[in-house]
């Protein structure tokens, strides 16, 4: 299965890794230095648990800044946001919008 995860924080970051066991998982962010350190397979926040599970798991992992282009080949799409904000987040609203967009 194809999906891409919306949102590179913690929450993000550690679900794409989860569902990337098993799946391929395109990860989007707005941020190039977490995509960057996704790719490299490091974490960009202070976490062992994390750093090691993406340094050493077999992950079938990409991030990127193209949201559109991982929206349109994706058969599912996890949008995570932070806690701290509204369910009506822009964010959110953006990326049902750009997936919409795609047919």
Known sequence: MKIAVAGLGYVGLANAAILARHNHVTA????????????????PFADDGL?????TEELDLRATLDAEASY????????????????????????????????
């Open 51 to 55: 750093a090691g599970f993406l340094a």
């Open 28 to 43: 989007v962010d707005i941020v190039a230095e977490r995509v960057d350190a996704v790719n490299r397979r490091q974490s």
């Open 72 to 103: 349109a080949r994706s058969d599912f799409v996890v949008i995570v946001k932070g806690c701290r904000v509204s369910i009506r987040s822009s964010t959110i609203e953006r990326v049902i919008r750009q997936r919409s967009s795609i047919g």
